[in-house]
């Protein structure tokens, strides 16, 4: 079925007929919407599964895995892009943000796998890339023609001092030692991008953009999904006087520190039109900033994101002081204004957090303990379930230009050599793919993968886990220790403590209950014995 991009008759159609997709799965309270207690999980579509067999991953090869997320137990998943492009971003450069791009199938494929997740109770959440298109797209073609296009100040273009002499210092994202402005002869004037030339940012002072790109929110939405991640949202506003960066900021990409207060209203204008659809729908922005002090705002009083990334724990090194104060800034800085936390230890962007521990599979564990029990939203990252590293990216395979490609190995199946996918992937695939391919280890009770879907059963049916409040209590060296908690604290209706050893020794820890979840497995169902070997973790029920 082609579907017209402007809420065509057809859309309407078939929101009628079918299902109807824009209503709630499962219904959640005001007080708790399913935002707060779910877990996301970020699938990468170009990784994910393959479907057609071309080595790049597919939404038909989503969709045959929604059983693996249904018996994992998520509640959500974000896809990242899947929308027409010429992939210098792989899917970030949009060419048209209202169409799927033929490598990963089309509309009528995507309102297949929505339908479909819906139906296992799995919310949808696709990607918003706000801040910039491709090069390729129509908009900037037209913006590019000439300096009296109508699109011109859709993007942002700046005379500077002529050809050799850029409008400011600002450094772009992806391009060694590369400016965030590029010369356009034919106009001579040079165009802004914060990422790379191919992604020409938007002009969001103008509000023809703004219209534009609510259009293209109101199109998902009519579909039926349930909300964005919405791609760096603090970029998207910019000083109108693009003053020079200064010493630190001017050595690293520009969109790593870029504030203009003009983003917070913008932030609400996407917030009411997704608020005025039925359902809990959500915006998680994509707050790529240097700590949770710059990424608090975001929330605003409530009217902005529902939820901000804060990436903190991927700057964390396997240490428990360093990980503490984290968590003690979080709790410091967004409790109070109600802002709710969100936890991300992998992404399509970053090291895993497996390979960034140093390897070791008793530390991914432990971190997946972090993961769904710390106050917060998790964002778990396709393969962290497998225990999955990086692969190692041999140099004539690199193809990404911000060094990203060890993350987004294809994820691996099953055990027979080609792993589920066609004969030549995308990407190598990461290292024991045979040993941790999703088949095997479903077949294995002590596996990773099994861990994860036993803490994400644990979350679902503790409120304390879930949505109850959380303190720090006192620890040995080396231990991470805290509680969680619902109700009354000093009578709580439910409650946990939860203990993470990161010490080079075991730890005598001074807490008597049941061991609910233990990241060895170890003990589960028993009496904590009130020793925590190094690199585990456990969920004890007091
Ligand atoms: O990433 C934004 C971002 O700031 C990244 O630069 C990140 O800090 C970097 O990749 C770390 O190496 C988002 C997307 O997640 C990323 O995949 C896109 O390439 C980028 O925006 C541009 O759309």
Sequence with gaps: MKVDRHHSAEVRAS????????????PSPESSPWWRSGVVYQIYPRSFADADGDGVGDLE???QHLDHLAWLGVDAVWLSPFYRSPMADFGYDVADFCDVDPLFGDLAGFQRLLEEAHERSIRVLVDLVPNHSSDQHPWFQESKRSRDSPKRDWYVWRDGGGPDEPPNNWVGAFIEGGRAWTWDPATEQWYLHQFLPEQPDLNWANPEVVEAMHGVMRFWLDLGVDGFRIDVVHCIGRDPDFPDDQPPWDAIPHCASNEHHSTHAHIRGMRDL????????????ETALPGTRWVAPYYGDGDELHLAFNFAATHAAWDAAAWSTRIQRIEELLEPQGAWPTWVMSNHDVVRHRTRHGGSEARARATAVALLTLRGTPFLYAGEELGLEDAEVPADRVVDPGGRDGCRAPIPWTADPDHGWGPE??????????????????DDPTSVLHLYRRLLAARRASTALSTGDQERLPAPEGVLLWRRWSGDPAAPADERVLALNMGASPASIDVAGLVEVASDGVGEGQSFRGHLDPDTAVVLRP
């Design 61 to 63: 090869g989503i969709r």
């Design 425 to 442: 992937p995308w990407l190598p695939f990461p290292p024991d793919a045979a040993t941790l391919a999703a088949d095997r280890q479903r």
């Design 15 to 26: 929101r009628t007929s079918g299902p109807v997709l824009g209503s709630p799965v499962v």
């Design 274 to 285: 997704v608020d005025a659809y039925p359902g809990d729908r959500v915006i998680v922005g």
